[in-house]
């Protein structure tokens, strides 16, 4: 059998999108504000809170106001989840949802918490603008 067509290629213009979307393992999510030079990027890896990170994802885009603490970053974002693969630290870089403040979580350093939160990712640009945000300022999450 020779030169015949390949039986698992995708049928001639058709897209293997369905393929990725079904197998997807990240998304990236973009935070961004008015006045900053840049936008920071966050990925979002599936597995560490599949429920979580689903229904974060459907829910976007996200405007919502900064609560920021020193070590952490706070951004309000409603979603109804559970309890998933939880920890009590998190690393520099590394994003969280708080289950109980149905916040999301960006840690400025590396901090133990004194509730569980659902590992969520990492921040994979911009990190160095996540200091600039304050308390009370507006930012949005979107998909990228």
Known sequence: MGGGIKLFDPPRGESILKERVEGIESYIVTLRWEGADDTVQLELIRHLSPITIERFYRSLPIRSMVVSSGEL????????????????????GHVAYSISKKMLLIALSDIRLSEPINPMGKVISGMELIRGLRTGMNVELVRS
Request: hydrophobic letters at 25%; zero cysteines.
């Open 73 to 92: 970053i706070y951004i309000s974002a409603p979603i109804e989840t559970r309890s998933e693969k939880t920890r009590n630290s998190m690393r520099k």
